[in-house]
């Protein structure tokens, strides 16, 4: 049995860092209150289902004490094995269609143990159109002994006719400090040697949700010893926090050549997670730039003197869009990073010179010594010349001269003397012209 199984809880009472639900619920079931139809909706592994099973066997139980289900009696036994008779489980995406939802309005009414029917529909919102037409006629006059139970990741997706007739609970991802404890906890019973270290990083791969860590927890388990907070974090596309103060300081300070490898392998099969990162700790030095030491303590307050503040929100306001993209790849990402940071530098140079991005160029080409240097494509494109009648195109992401169709936003690229455009793929490619740019721009002055 896997451990998300194995710790699963049975009464509202081990239910972790779901308080606002379970208090209401227990406090109606104490006075022998419920309602006909509960909607429980928020993110994958926070708790929906498992409060749903606890509340019909609370419905169904023999000897319901404060609110909980005893776990004892023979409906609770026989719902905890999955086979009580009253206790239906559909899932939406499977069973949401409209002849199902009409097998389930004819076997709706009969109550077997005379009790509680209760069906609990989970990943509603994939129900057909007119799968939820044909539901919603028993959902608006139900019998007294028919209980609903709707859970949903996506309630926006629910019609609205539904919903209103609900009961509704949004579950929220459970804190970090409360995920921590429970794998602590679950360590110790199970004899799993792990640092308090990789249970912090476990809930930071988690986002909140209970289910995945325990998951995370119980693949780790067996070679647990041999495991760091590090290698969690990387291998679930996460960057430690070492390195992400090596981004903002590079970033701070030009580096931008001692970023280029570290970016393409972080960036390898999880570039959605590294832009995530990487925008949630510039907001974190944003927010420290603002506040001090107050929310996230010295070391982000001491980092963001490093920048001024509306260096840092154009960093994080690129970063969200980046995010946004539907097609980011590990070539992207680090490119598209190292443009918006090439991008502040040009920005920085020109404000502070009182100059143009044309007569930027012209400086440029005068450090690259006899080097042909182009603008006026657009505002955003400078290309360089790289030798050989070769180019590099360095490519604002917001450029209007990205809708070239042999161009994409925020890419390098080096066109050839017959006119042929190769994207600067490989790291040697990159270093090539970036070396340039750091000679001709950054250490130039």
Same mark, same amino acid.
């Given at each position: 049995?896997?451990? *998300?199984?194995? *710790?699963?809880?049975?009464?509202? @009472? ?68 999955? &086979? ?24 709706? *009414? ?63 991802? $459970? ?42 927890? =119980? ?7 041999? $495991? ?26 030009? =580096? ?57 929100? &154009? ?12 097609? $980011? ?9 190292? &443009?918006?940071?090439?991008?502040? +530098?040009?920005?920085? +140079? ?29 505002? =955003? ?8 009648? &070769? ?40 270093? @090539? ?13």
């Amino acid at each position: 049995m896997s451990l *998300y199984n194995k *710790y699963r809880p049975l009464t509202f @009472d081990e239910v972790i860092g779901q308080d606002h639900i379970v208090s209401v619920i227990k406090a109606g079931l104490k006075q022998g209150k419920y309602a006909n139809a509960y909607l429980f909706y928020g993110t994958h592994g926070v708790g929906k289902t498992t409060i749903a099973r606890i509340l019909a066997r609370a419905l169904n139980c023999d000897n319901i004490k404060d609110g909980n289900p005893c776990n004892k009696c023979n409906s609770c036994l026989t719902s905890i094995n999955g &086979n009580h008779p009253d206790i239906i489980e559909i899932d939406g995406a499977t069973s949401g269609g409209v002849d199902n939802v009409k097998k389930l309005r004819e076997t709706a *009414y009969r109550s077997v143990f005379k009790k509680k029917r209760v069906v609990i529909i989970d990943e509603c919102h994939r129900i057909t159109g007119a799968g939820s037409q044909a539901l919603l006629k028993i959902v608006e006059e139900p019998p007294d002994s028919t209980i609903f139970v709707f859970c949903t990741t996506e309630v926006h997706k629910v019609i609205d006719t539904i919903i209103s007739r609900c009961q509704r609970y949004q579950v929220y991802k $459970i804190p970090k400090s409360l995920i921590i404890d429970n794998i602590l906890r679950i360590s110790k019973l199970e004899n799993i040697p792990i640092k308090q270290s990789v249970a912090e990083a476990i809930a930071d791969v988690s986002d909140g949700s209970m289910r995945d860590a325990i998951s995370i927890l =119980d693949q780790s388990s067996a070679n647990m010893e041999n $495991i760091d907070a590090d290698f969690i974090l990387r291998s679930h596309g996460f960057i430690s926090n070492e390195m992400l103060f090596k981004i903002s300081s590079a970033t701070a300070g030009g =580096d931008l050549l001692s970023l280029i490898k570290d970016l393409e392998e972080m960036c390898s099969g999880g570039e959605k997670q590294v832009v995530s990162n990487i925008m949630t700790h510039f907001v974190k030095l944003l927010v420290a730039k603002v506040t001090g030491d107050k929310i996230y303590g010295k070391f982000y307050e001491e980092e963001s003197r490093k920048f001024t503040e509306d260096h840092l929100f &154009n960093i994080v306001n690129r970063l969200d869009r980046l995010s946004r993209n539907q097609n $980011i790849t590990n070539i992207i990402v680090p490119m598209t990073l190292i &443009n918006i940071l090439f991008s502040e +530098k040009i920005t920085e +140079k020109c404000r502070k010179n009182g100059y143009s991005i044309s007569e930027l160029a012209n400086i440029i080409a005068n450090k690259f010594e006899g080097k042909t240097v182009k603008t006026g494509l657009e505002p =955003d494109v400078i290309a360089i010349e790289t030798g050989g009648g &070769n180019w590099l195109y360095i490519i604002d992401e917001n450029s209007r001269f990205v809708n070239d169709s042999r161009f994409l936003k925020g890419k390098y690229y080096i066109v050839h003397p017959d006119d042929t455009i190769q994207l600067a793929s490989s790291s040697e490619n990159i270093l @090539d012209g970036l070396d340039l740019i750091e000679k001709g721009i950054i250490k130039g002055g």
